[in-house]
């Protein structure tokens, strides 16, 4: 009875416990979570045109809340988000499109999110013309608004 070694085992109360297997649960999915980098927010949305018509193929960027116009549309981004370089590439807008017609209205063709990565999935595809979010930038070549209006 010598090499009769007894490990005394300790029980725990109930309240205990559920406290115990709740923090284990936690830690668990603390631990199978990656860690979310922060999106970049940018003032500038760079998209692609294209006049079905003559085949013309143009790049444009637009700062966030303007409006510029391609053609018949008009295309004005709310916000451009894009991940880090670090991250998966994940570049998003949030834009509206408008349509100005023969008799001079405008008509909302298009209010919705556009991804870089994916530009078949919510490009506008009008009669004439075709718009696509080609990327986010933090500055263009293109003077900001208040800049070109000599404010």
């Given amino acids: 009875m010598g090499n009769?070694?007894?490990i005394p085992i300790r029980?725990?109360?109930p309240p205990r416990r559920r406290a115990a297997l709740a923090l284990s649960a936690a830690l668990l999915a603390l631990a199978g979570t990656p860690a979310l980098a922060e999106r970049i927010s940018?003032?500038?949305a760079e998209f692609t045109g294209v006049d079905k018509i003559t085949g013309r193929i143009i790049?444009?960027?637009v700062y966030i809340d303007e409006t510029v116009q391609f053609g018949a549309l008009q295309v004005?981004?709310?916000v451009c988000w894009s991940s880090p370089e670090t991250e998966e590439p994940k570049t998003d807008s949030f834009v509206e499109v408008d349509e100005i017609?023969?008799?001079r209205k405008i008509r909302r063709i298009f209010t919705g999110w556009m991804f870089a990565e994916s530009p078949g999935l919510n490009a506008v595809e009008h009669a004439v013309y075709d718009v696509w979010?080609?990327?986010c930038k933090q500055q263009s070549d293109v003077p900001p608004p208040e800049t070109a209006s000599g404010n």
């Fill in 59 to 61: 790049t444009f960027d």
């Fill in 4 to 6: 009769d070694r007894r």
């Fill in 133 to 135: 979010l080609k990327a």
């Fill in 76 to 78: 004005t981004p709310r």
């Fill in 42 to 44: 940018n003032p500038v």
């Fill in 11 to 13: 029980t725990f109360s």
């Fill in 101 to 103: 017609t023969l008799d």
